[in-house]
Every structure is written in structure tokens, then in C-alpha cells.
């Protein structure tokens, strides 16, 4: 059974640093992973897929790496903006499925 | 990305009555999902709407509790049945397959947050 695990849960961050969120998952045999970012309240908004051939995806300050012998992914994200506080989430699709299996998030606040 | 609309936005519900929720595409689109986020947790699947068959459920959701349509390409109900308090939570539906090519990119509407008393 596919986990996936985010770490930290929490991360607070003066503007202007540059940071990197963590994604683990427990089964290698991912079909795609992709990178959601959440609003307070709001749904989610797609940030970068990347599909299991891939080692990385780039959108403008965000870069997104993954790893399946090792089981990770990571958000890179460049020069951080007050802007960029929201909840940051991944989520695992297996090859066989359309499920995507969420991991439980990280909420980034970036101080101005 | 396509324009994804759901309604109600917000509802607050007595327990032991139903609410539909709708979800609304610009596009079409191959799958369409529902999804819930209860309080301060991650998203769970809880079907894939199939259009003009019955929804597949995951473990744990069954279609009395949580009947699905799907009519066309660009148009889904949830609704949430003899509701009750543990209910309270987000739903939300998500897209994947724009325009009918799928390329494994899901998209989220903007959710309906539920409040059950």
C-alpha cells in the first residue's frame, strides 16, 4: 500500500530564502507525482507534474525533483514571497490507478 | 488548465439531510473524481465518476452514502446522504484528461466547504 509522507508539517521562512519541501512515498511504482499548493479554505492548485521517466520539472521559481530508488520529490522553490505562504501538497499516482494518494502537507508561511 | 465550478461553494446542513453538490467543466474532459478533506487532514478519493455507468467506489465510501452521476463530459453530482456531523469536511472534484486527451495532470475545482449540525 502506497504512503506518502511530508516533512515538516510546518516551515517558517524570512522573504527572499530559498527552501525546499520533502515528499517521501513508500512504493516506487509511481506512475506520475505531482505538486499541489492550497489556500486557506480554497481547492488546490496544480504547480508541477512529473511524470515517473523524469528526474525534474521546472515553473519559473519552483523546481520539482524526483527520485524513485530512493522514494522522494522535492519542491524547490527559489526567493521565497509573502505570497508563497500556502499549504504545499504532494501527491503519488500508481501505474495501475487514477488515484492519487495525497501526502498530509506542508503549511510554508513566508515573513515579510 | 480548465475552468472548474462547483456549487454550492459553502452549505450548512441538518443532520439526516442530503445535499448535491455539482461540478461544472468548461472542456471536456476523460475522468472526473470526487475527493474529501475532512478537518485538518489530506484529501481522500472517494469515487471516480464514470459517465453514463455507476461510479467506482474506494474502500471504505459506498454509492448509498455518496451517490455519483455523471451525465456528459463536463458535468458530475456528489451527493452526501443522511448527513451527520462526521461529514463536515471539503469536497472537492478533480478533472484529468483536457479536451479528451489524457496526460495525467489532475485539476481541482474550488471545492464545497460542508458544515453539518
Known amino acids: 500500500k502506497q504512503e506518502v509522507t511530508q516533512i515538516p508539517a510546518a516551515l517558517s521562512v524570512p522573504e527572499g530564502e530559498n527552501l525546499v519541501l520533502n515528499c517521501s512515498f513508500t512504493?516506487?511504482?509511481?506512475?506520475?507525482l505531482q505538486w499541489f499548493r492550497q489556500d486557506p479554505g480554497k481547492g488546490l492548485t496544480s504547480l508541477l507534474l512529473?511524470?515517473?521517466?523524469?528526474r525534474e520539472q521546472t515553473s519559473g521559481r519552483l523546481n520539482a525533483s524526483l527520485d524513485k530508488s530512493s522514494g522522494r520529490s522535492t519542491l524547490y522553490i527559489a526567493a521565497s514571497q509573502p505570497g508563497d505562504s500556502a499549504t504545499y501538497l504532494c501527491?503519488?499516482?500508481?501505474?495501475?490507478?487514477?488515484?492519487?494518494?495525497f501526502g498530509s502537507g506542508t503549511r510554508l508561511l513566508v515573513r515579510p | 488548465s480548465a475552468v472548474i465550478s462547483q456549487k454550492p461553494s459553502r452549505d450548512i446542513c441538518q443532520r439526516g439531510t442530503s445535499l448535491t453538490i455539482q461540478c461544472q467543466v468548461d472542456?471536456?474532459?476523460?475522468?472526473m473524481f470526487w475527493y474529501r478533506q475532512q478537518p485538518g487532514q489530506s484529501l481522500t478519493l472517494i469515487a471516480t465518476?464514470?459517465?453514463?455507468?455507476?461510479?467506482?467506489?474506494e474502500s471504505g465510501f459506498v454509492i448509498d452514502k455518496f451517490p455519483i452521476s455523471r451525465p456528459n463530459l463536463t458535468f458530475s453530482t456528489l451527493t452526501v446522504s443522511n448527513m451527520s456531523p462526521e461529514d463536515s469536511s471539503i469536497y472537492l472534484c478533480?478533472?484529468?484528461?483536457?479536451?479528451?486527451?489524457?496526460?495525467?495532470?489532475?485539476?481541482f475545482g474550488p471545492g464545497t466547504r460542508l458544515t453539518v449540525t
Open positions: 501527491a503519488a499516482r500508481m501505474d495501475s490507478s487514477y488515484k492519487l494518494i
Open positions: 465518476a464514470n459517465q453514463g455507468s455507476e461510479a467506482t467506489y
Open positions: 478533480s478533472v484529468e484528461g483536457l479536451g479528451g486527451v489524457p496526460r495525467g495532470e489532475q485539476y
Open positions: 512529473i511524470q515517473s521517466s523524469q
Open positions: 512504493d516506487s511504482a509511481i506512475y506520475n
Open positions: 472542456s471536456q474532459v476523460t475522468m
